[in-house]
């Protein structure tokens, strides 16, 4: 059973557009909520995180937005560029259990 | 690149053998965790080691095993390999034993493992 889930697989995007890249999650339990981006033949990297105490977090072209309620969270990138395109993981994680767990990705595409 | 790395990039084995993929994490970081990626899927946890001692354990079958040795490198056994293992192995480091959660998680390029 999926505990997060990332119900896109892909998503393509015009350069200057907005991208969103959406992540359900079924454990109540999850206070702690991260992104990651993964280029080709690289392993994931770090982007962006969000604490349940917040429904908000940006950085730079990146934001998170967190909906306790609805138990789903995106990611935004204003404005998308085509060094953008790559993996993007939304993974998951409690005090409780504290090794994040990880969504299937969504793979987003900008073009030119 | 995160400082974290794996060798081999990649192995191609048979059936029933046994393969040892190597992990070194960044300097400084006491953490290292053990991921699967098979293909499609998300990154499943596999093991975690947190300054020689395991620290956690996710769906981590019994054919696989993993150490950490005092200089903090850490190797993943697989053994009696089925074509199933066939996926990319991250590991990845962080500085203390909740990484993901109260620090970051380096990751390690991976090694993508064939099993034939």
């Known amino acids: 059973d999926q505990q997060v889930k990332q119900n896109s697989p892909s998503l393509s995007v015009q350069e200057g557009r907005i991208s969103i890249l959406n992540c359900d999650y079924t454990?109540?339990?999850?206070?702690?909520f991260l992104w990651y981006k993964k280029y080709p033949a690289e392993g994931p990297t770090f982007l962006i995180s969000?604490?349940?105490?917040?429904d908000k977090n940006e950085d730079g072209r990146f934001t998170v937005f967190l909906n306790k309620s609805a138990k789903h969270l995106s990611l935004h990138i204003v404005p998308s560029q085509p060094g953008d395109s790559a993996v993007y993981f939304c993974?998951?994680?409690?005090?409780?259990?504290?090794?994040?767990?990880f969504g299937r990705g969504t793979s987003l595409i900008v073009h030119p | 690149d995160s400082g974290v790395t794996q060798t081999p990039k990649h192995l191609i084995t048979a059936t029933g053998q046994r393969v040892t993929l190597r992990c070194s994490p960044r300097?400084?970081?006491?953490?290292v965790y053990w991921y699967q990626q098979s293909l499609d899927q998300g990154l499943q946890f596999l093991i975690q080691y947190y300054n020689g001692e395991e620290r956690a354990k996710g769906n981590i079958l019994e054919r696989f095993s993993a150490q950490q040795f005092p200089d903090l490198h850490s190797e993943l056994n697989l053994s009696s390999l089925e074509l199933g293992d066939s996926a990319l192995y991250f590991c990845?480091?962080?500085?203390?034993?909740?990484?993901?959660?109260?620090?970051?998680?380096?990751f390690g390029p991976g090694t993508r493992l064939t099993v034939l």
């Open positions: 300097s400084g970081d006491l953490s």
């Open positions: 969000i604490s349940s105490i917040k």
């Open positions: 454990n109540s339990m999850f206070d702690y």
């Open positions: 990845a480091s962080s500085v203390g034993e909740r990484g993901g959660f109260t620090d970051t998680q380096y």
């Open positions: 993974a998951a994680a409690s005090g409780g259990s504290y090794i994040p767990t």
